[in-house]
């Protein structure tokens, strides 16, 4: 999908000195610098913004939107550019926001179970900072991304299934809005049935409504135990049924994932592993140390009835490290089968009675097709990735691997699913909402004209203006 | 809280013929019919419509509130008409859709865990319909109220410290807009970044933003094992701190909750018991067989520390119903304690670690005030209610019982809580948004603004125009 390349606002030098009377000497418009704000880890071409600004608190960047608001000038927030639909692609130019930091915990509260963030603090930074306070956070994408990005995209991540979203995980928020005014979303209440959901409607609004500078966020106390697990299957439907079987038993699985033959075959390759090459699904257990031992064997009698042969534990820390490494390099290992090559990632997600079907197609598709592309998913949410490995300069390769991207998703959406299960809109998946949506599109596109009437905030993703 | 009661807008007979010729014989506009359309079970002044229809399918409203806009006729969605808050009344005249006749469950997938109902199922009908799939649907305020009814107030209940409100265990919705257009807010899917939240946006938008006339609903398996307990406690923060180490040890505990000494009494002398007269937790567990064993254990421990020195068990099915009935019936055992009484109630609730202090604020203002309150509360969840037992023709003590609510509301936001838990805004909250939101509420009322811009859809409620 091409982005709409309307010409890019020029900043004027008054612009630029009035930019640097908010964050002094914080502000770059070198090349090099603003190439890289411009760009995700995606495949999609990238933009850069016209002027880039570091911004240290939830006043300056009031500051600079008021301005940018002012001159109608593009805003385009920017964590880790670990985003994989060109989120931060410059598309109208403007000033990106770098939040990066922004990176401080501003509080935390072990009693009520949630912490307080700055959006350049990174899920790793958080879990470090949380360490010994006995509580996590959850939500794991496979980038150690910020907490902003997060959640302005919604991500979510391997342990999904059992600790839910951000769009689960997010208390509260504070947000600069298009014109500069600075709301808070909601308290830190649990539950409230206070107004509308301000919270979920910023959370996975991909920076276009607003600017996130602080998150209050749900923690969870470290379980007591851990173990994990891999069992691998004869075919991918008997993978697919020990899911949904674990899911209806009401097992609080804390992690499922998928990898399909071909993946295993990668990740040998890539950590000297031998595990079989088929169908394959790792697991992860958290709670008591009794029961995590019942969960576990609940699921072993499961996968047993499907006709897994070989289910492995794994519960020493070491062990798991291990198998958790195997998992979190697939994308690496994929990209490793043909050197050289670049990856176009998919994301699909589909109800689970549906996710057997929609694999199996999606595989004998991809196979057809000729691309190599293996197959790893959080199916307890019935969400799946491929990663198709492309030359980058094989324009004929680049156009089918689109189609089957574009295939995945109409198949997902005829199967009751949704384009994108956890990375996002961005430009990448702008014209799938069409489909997708149908007539709610247009009341999404209500509110964006509401709150942002200039369409000056991150213009030209989610919603076509 | 006065409502704004501006001149109810006429409907003339054009229009109710107009109407007729959608809803045929299915309209009313008998008086005894209007004034019941226009009360809940609260002390909130009610207001009739100027016609009530009974709705049979989407189609059927979106044609009546196509036929409404086009003559700026205030529409009202009307369920059960069990809300607290007023959100029922008519204040401006106007058409009350009743969507009770829309009772239908729709479908279930036992494989998804989910189901779609049409907004008049309530509660109790949906849960004796699963039955035989062994599944269930846990959000249970007090009253057997409408699915419909129970989104648009974003409402809980006993076990949300579990399985979560509402706002979690909606999947996805049909909504006629407020000019007759019919979305779908989002797909089946358990995960999505796929744009704007606009299920979570209707979610507690109590008929301000459209009519919910499909919802699709998360549901859970029932519990291989069940059990409950009751421990009374010397003082309640030993009650309070027993809840925030249950919770911060990640016991998943089902249901939490707690009834002050003047509740037990109350329960008590109403229901024949003979519970100790000091603050009480009620809990239950579900999990396997061990494993609810061992959360109960826990918990007794836990109990144990603080103070509690009669952890009383109720495994069988017959004395679990027995406990959990009589806490379902602590209202009427309330207003029992000074017959021929009105019951007001009220709603907060607070981040856990201010819980003790802000339950204990309010016992004593409750006291000093004169004012018959007993305090129950869904305490894992921070949110807690008090039935303040009024003289309805004592003006001077109502006016007692407002100041006793405002206070009790301002506590709560002065300690990072907000002014409704579960019950909503209605009219009868709606002043206290402008102290919890600030700026968030105009932010809210450009989103009404935006999606109705007549302000025809429940006007009066949640966002003053």
């Given amino acids: 999908m091409q982005p709409d390349l309307a010409a890019p606002v020029e900043l004027t030098d008054d612009f630029i000195e009035a930019l640097r009377g908010i964050v002094e000497q914080r502000l770059s418009t070198s090349e090099a610098v603003r190439e890289q704000h411009g760009r995700d880890e995606s495949y999609h071409p990238s933009q850069a913004p016209g002027a880039v600004v570091y911004a240290h608190s939830t006043e300056e960047v009031s500051a600079v939107v008021k301005l940018c608001a002012e001159h109608k000038v593009p805003v385009i927030p920017f964590g880790t550019g670990t985003s994989l639909e060109g989120h931060v692609a410059a598309l109208r130019g403007g000033v990106c926001i770098d939040v990066t930091e922004m990176n401080e915990v501003l509080r935390v509260s072990v009693e009520d179970l949630d912490v307080t963030v700055q959006p350049g603090v990174t899920r790793k930074q958080l879990n470090e900072y949380l360490r010994d306070t006995g509580l996590f956070f959850p939500v794991d994408p496979g980038a150690d991304a910020s907490i902003g990005g997060m959640t302005a995209t919604r991500a979510s991540g391997t342990n999904a299934v059992r600790y839910g979203t951000m769009r689960e995980n997010v208390l509260s928020l504070t947000v600069v809005m298009a014109d500069g005014r600075?709301?808070?979303?909601?308290?830190?209440?649990?539950?409230?049935?206070?107004?509308?959901?301000?919270?979920?409607?910023?959370?996975?609004?991909?920076?276009?409504?607003?600017?996130?500078?602080?998150?209050?966020?749900?923690?969870?106390?470290?379980?007591?135990?851990?173990?994990?697990?891999?069992?691998?299957?004869?075919?991918?439907?008997?993978?697919?049924?020990?899911?949904?079987?674990?899911?209806?038993?009401?097992?609080?699985?804390a992690r499922i994932e998928l990898l399909d033959e071909l993946q295993m075959d990668a990740i040998n390759k890539y950590s000297g592993l031998n595990y079989p090459k088929q169908p394959t699904l790792f697991f992860e257990f958290h709670g008591s140390d009794a029961g995590v031992k019942e969960q576990a064997e609940t699921v072993q009698a499961i996968a047993d009835d499907f006709g897994s042969a070989d289910f492995k534990w794994a519960t020493k820390a070491e062990d798991r490290t291990k198998l958790w490494q195997a998992r979190?390099?697939?994308?690496?290992?994929?990209?490793?089968?043909?050197?050289?090559?670049?990856?176009?990632?998919?994301?699909?997600?589909?109800?689970?009675?549906?996710?057997?079907?929609?694999?199996?197609?999606?595989?004998?598709?991809?196979?057809?097709?000729?691309?190599?592309?293996?197959?790893?998913?959080?199916?307890?949410?019935?969400?799946?990735?491929?990663?198709?490995?492309?030359?980058?300069d094989d324009e004929e390769e680049i156009a089918r691997a689109y189609e089957v991207n574009e295939r995945m998703v109409m198949r997902a959406l005829a199967m009751g699913g949704t384009c994108t299960g956890e990375h996002g809109v961005g430009y990448g998946k702008m014209d799938f909402l069409v489909a997708e949506h149908g007539e709610a599109l247009s009341v999404m596109r209500s509110l964006k004209m509401a709150l942002d009437p200039d369409n000056i905030m991150n213009p030209g993703k989610i919603i076509r203006p």
């Fill in 182 to 253: 600075v709301i808070r979303t909601s308290s830190r209440a649990r539950k409230s049935s206070a107004g509308y959901d301000l919270t979920r409607l910023f959370v996975g609004s991909e920076g276009t409504l607003g600017v996130i500078t602080e998150i209050t966020l749900r923690l969870f106390g470290i379980p007591e135990a851990t173990s994990a697990a891999v069992a691998s299957f004869p075919s991918l439907e008997a993978a697919v049924n020990t899911v949904i079987l674990t899911i209806q038993s009401g097992i609080p699985v």
């Fill in 328 to 392: 979190h390099d697939a994308y690496y290992a994929a990209m490793a089968l043909r050197p050289g090559c670049k990856g176009m990632t998919t994301d699909v997600c589909v109800p689970i009675s549906r996710l057997a079907e929609c694999l199996l197609e999606t595989r004998k598709d991809i196979d057809e097709s000729g691309i190599v592309a293996p197959i790893v998913g959080h199916v307890g949410d019935g969400n799946f990735h491929t990663a198709m490995i492309i030359s980058p």
